[in-house]
T-cell receptor, first 112, second 121 residues
Framework: DAKTTQPPSMDCAEGRAANLPCNHS???????VYWYRQIHSQGPQYIIH???NNETNEMASLIITEDRKSSTLILPHATLRDTAVYYC?????????????FGKGTSLLVTP | SQTIHQWPATLVQPVGSPLSLECTVE??????LYWYRQAAGRGLQLLFY??????ISSEVPQNLSASRPQDRQFILSSKKLLLSDSGFYLC????????????????????FGAGTRLSVL
């Protein structure tokens, strides 16, 4: 699976958009980009995923560059409850029963 | 709808004591099941996964073992706990069954339980 690089931490003011970047320059054609988040002392929560097209759901939007080497998770109106560690994961090949390989993620702090 | 249950939520055990953590999934059949561990301030580490009853794969050598006695039940065990076994243990699942690779990758959403915080003293 391709490796991902994320900033270790970010701040965002409540009510503003939070834009979380992720680099995955070695991604291959059949690998998907997944985003999860983990609120303190809870299990990780699925947010969104995509292959090449931009995706949007009730939680967030995912913007993938045309060359697919990077992506951005957008939380359009961040709230205090969005404070969490956000993980960008690239998954393609069968490995470990399709388990997800979590890196260190980005710790997002939403401030009042 | 599918749900995943993990218990207990917290556990304090002395060094050398046994361990048994249980995870059950409802609302799906033949899921892939996973045990992860998260040490304090660290990322998630995959410990075991199972693609079917009695089928267990271990990702790292350790003091722990896993079993899957029923389709939707996954158990993490230890005969003698070590201090280093302390951490946050998470069970997870994805929908199993016969699927092509493309479909599995496209729908590879893992769902996690609430976790068990284990302190070995």
């Amino acid at each position: 699976d391709a490796k991902t690089t994320q900033p270790p931490s970010m701040d965002c003011a409540e009510g503003r958009a939070a834009n979380l970047p992720c680099n995955h320059s070695t991604i291959s054609g059949n690998e998907y980009v997944y985003w999860y988040r983990q609120i303190h002392s809870q299990g990780p929560q699925y947010i969104i995923h995509g292959l090449k097209n931009n995706e949007t759901n009730e939680m967030a939007s995912l913007i993938i560059t045309e060359d697919r080497k990077s992506s951005t998770l957008i939380l359009p109106h961040a709230t205090l409850r969005d404070t969490a560690v956000y993980y960008c994961i690239v998954r393609g090949h069968y490995n470990s029963g399709y388990a997800l390989n979590f890196g260190k993620g980005t710790s997002l702090l939403v401030t009042p | 709808s599918q749900t995943i249950h993990q218990w207990p939520a917290t556990l304090v055990q002395p060094v050398g004591s046994p361990l048994s953590l249980e995870c059950t999934v409802e609302g799906t059949s033949n899921p892939n099941l996973y045990w992860y561990r998260q040490a304090a301030g660290r990322g998630l580490q995959l410990l075991f996964y199972s693609v079917g009853i009695g089928q267990i794969s271990s990702e790292v050598p350790q003091n722990l073992s896993a079993s899957r006695p029923q389709d939707r039940q996954f158990i993490l065990s230890s005969k003698k706990l070590l201090l280093s076994d302390s951490g946050f243990y998470l069970c997870a699942w994805i929908a199993g069954g016969p699927k092509g690779l493309a479909e599995l990758l496209a729908k590879n959403i893992q769902y996690f339980g609430a976790g068990t915080r284990l302190s070995v003293l």
